[in-house]
């Protein structure tokens, strides 16, 4: 693949990026009237997702670490971590039935979600830098073979 189609692919990842809050977005405007059961089973089949998207990661950033820089492995690492503590506190909640409990467990995952939302804004943010700098680093390359 030429540097040209890697950034054809950069744009074309981010427009995916784009869909797939939208389809986060609607989700979960959606759930506020469905039966807590379906949004249960929605939430399983997005965390199973999750972790399967977070293991496709896993093995890329393997496959090509010379390519991706030790922030991105350590950010990559620190996401796994991320979604297997989701998936054990997940675990632990169903076990629990006080209603004090179930207040602040509520209370600490609508705080989770907000701050995921702003976590993932933040990283959309680094990856338009990425991409930025990418193109920049090709016309400087670029530049300097011209001369």
Known sequence: MTTSEKLMSASQ???????????AED????????ARA??????????????AHAEELHE??????AQVS????????????H????????DARK??????????????AEADALFAIDYAYATIEGAEVAVLD??????DAEELAAH
Not at 27 to 34: D, I, N, S, V
Not at 74 to 81: A, E, G, I, P, V
Not at 95 to 108: F, I, M, P, Q, V
């Open 13 to 23: 990842k981010l427009a995916e990026l784009s869909g797939r809050a939208k389809q």
């Open 27 to 34: 989700r979960a405007a959606a759930a506020t009237t469905e």
């Open 38 to 51: 379906d949004v249960e089973h929605s939430a399983t089949e997005v965390r199973k997702a999750a972790e």
């Open 60 to 65: 890329t950033a393997n496959a090509s670490a």
């Open 70 to 81: 030790a922030s991105w492995n350590d950010l990559q690492k620190s996401w796994n971590r």
């Open 83 to 90: 979604i297997a503590k989701v998936r054990d506190d997940v």
């Open 95 to 108: 076990a629990e039935h006080d209603a004090r409990r179930a207040e602040n467990r509520a209370e600490d």
């Open 134 to 139: 990418a193109i920049s680093a090709r016309m």
